[in-house]
């Protein structure tokens, strides 16, 4: 069952087939909570799956903020989140004693991509400063000092730079920087501020998802060898990716996992830097993977035992893979991540589980249905706070929704009741 505004979006979309059909050739309309952008290719006989339109939807801006969309653990005492407020990203400061938010940036920007540093002093995050930029990909890389408050822009220019990561000292940045195409290459920059050194530089590779080794004089990242189509819904993406190392002061790239891996969507290096969890999707398929990061190229597949999951590919549906966002314990000995179960009529739900690394055996430690008192409801990204302790988690009341006001959770680590955090209104 989708929601009633799917069937108007749908009756919207044949509307502009034919209108295109018979000869229009551009639209724009505007109701209510949703507007339609853009030149309108006529159709030939294969009727929309060629030349097909391009539908832009583009909810109504406001003030009211429609959910959180990510967030960071800030030492042991606050979350800073980026929420949706309308059409806009930005940030909020998020006590865990249950005082009120504070908002942190406002304006036209979009705020997003948080990282934390261990001294808990900063947050570095991505920012596109108004639409436009958004629309062209042109974020450029930003620290918020959480005790003022202030935010400092740490590069510019007119490409997007994306995903920074802080060292074990909190004195670099590093992140991953678009060369003018699809190509992207690793920078290094300090977090006081200053300029930006190149770390991997290759015309014909997409760099992605860097974080510095324990030890911090080297940088672990995933690097995707070649750019092609995927499916007529996805289009072309980067594909054949490695996990390969760098030295802080450039040079070399070592391969760490000489194996192509087919796509990345996430990718986490554990706390001592031994090991790396990995989600790789293909053909819509998802699960999540274990490797060794010892020079010994072994991989484990971390799926849960049972029936309707195997060790290869989990069994998939409209919810999405078995096993989602893994993330180890601050130890490292332990990994979190939302599990599918399927209750006795068959209807898929996620719940909150843990494994232990060497056995991978997955122990519930959430009963959501029983403890939100929802019927339906889904949930991602949960995470650990740096002591251990406490799991946050974003939760979904009303799944499938256009407006999805994702809620941000709190609960420890060791039992009790998930609560909700309250957000301004």
Request: hydrophobic fraction near 35%.
């Amino acid at each position: 069952m989708r929601h009633k505004r799917v069937h108007a979006v749908t009756v919207l979309a044949l509307t502009v087939v034919m209108l295109t059909s018979s000869g229009c050739r551009s639209l724009r309309v505007v109701a209510g909570e949703a507007m339609i952008v853009g030149t309108l290719a006529p159709i030939g006989v294969v009727g929309g799956i060629v030349g097909a339109p391009m539908l832009l939807f583009i909810p109504p801006d406001s003030d009211k903020i429609n959910g959180v969309r990510e967030y960071v653990f800030v030492g042991n005492e606050c979350i800073i989140a980026a929420c949706a407020v309308g059409r806009r990203q930005l940030l909020f400061k998020i006590p865990l004693d249950g005082s009120d938010a504070v908002p942190l940036t406002t304006g036209d920007r979009h705020d997003f991509d948080l990282a934390a540093s261990p001294n808990g002093r900063y947050v570095a995050f991505s920012s596109a400063p108004d639409a436009r930029s958004k629309r062209l990909g042109i974020t450029h890389l930003c620290r918020l000092d959480v005790h003022s408050g202030q935010v400092t822009a740490l590069t510019q220019g007119r490409v997007g730079h994306r995903r920074p990561s802080f060292s074990p000292d909190s004195q670099w940045i590093v992140y991953k920087a678009y060369t003018g195409g699809k190509q992207a290459d690793l920078r290094v920059i300090p977090t006081a501020g200053g300029p930006a050194r190149t770390l991997t530089r290759d015309p014909d590779t997409h760099d992605s998802f860097p974080q510095f080794h324990p030890d911090g004089d080297r940088i672990v990242f995933a690097r995707a060898h070649w750019y092609g189509h995927s499916s007529p819904i996805c289009g072309s993406e980067w594909h054949g990716w490695r996990i390969c190392e760098v030295s802080l002061d450039g040079g070399e790239v070592t391969v760490l996992r000489k194996k192509c891996l087919y796509r990345i969507s996430r990718f986490r290096l554990s706390p001592k830097g031994d090991m790396a969890l990995y989600q790789s999707i293909r053909n819509s398929h998802g699960c999540t993977k274990l490797v060794f990061l010892d020079h010994s190229d072994r991989l484990v597949e971390f799926a849960p035992r049972g029936e309707q999951y195997t060790l290869g590919i989990p069994d998939v549906d409209d919810e999405g893979a078995a096993v989602e966002d893994p993330v180890f314990h601050p130890q490292g000995e332990q990994v979190l991540f939302s599990l599918l179960e399927y209750d006795e009529d068959e209807k898929p739900f996620r719940e909150l589980n843990t494994a232990a690394v060497s056995t991978r055996e997955p122990v519930r430690i959430t009963n959501l249905r029983h403890q939100t008192g929802l019927e339906k409801y889904t949930i991602r990204a949960p995470n650990y706070s740096p002591d251990g302790k406490r799991i946050a988690f974003l939760l979904n009341p009303a799944p499938g929704t256009y407006d999805r006001r994702w809620e941000l959770w709190l609960m420890d680590t060791h039992g009790g009741e998930p609560r909700r955090l309250a957000l301004p209104e």
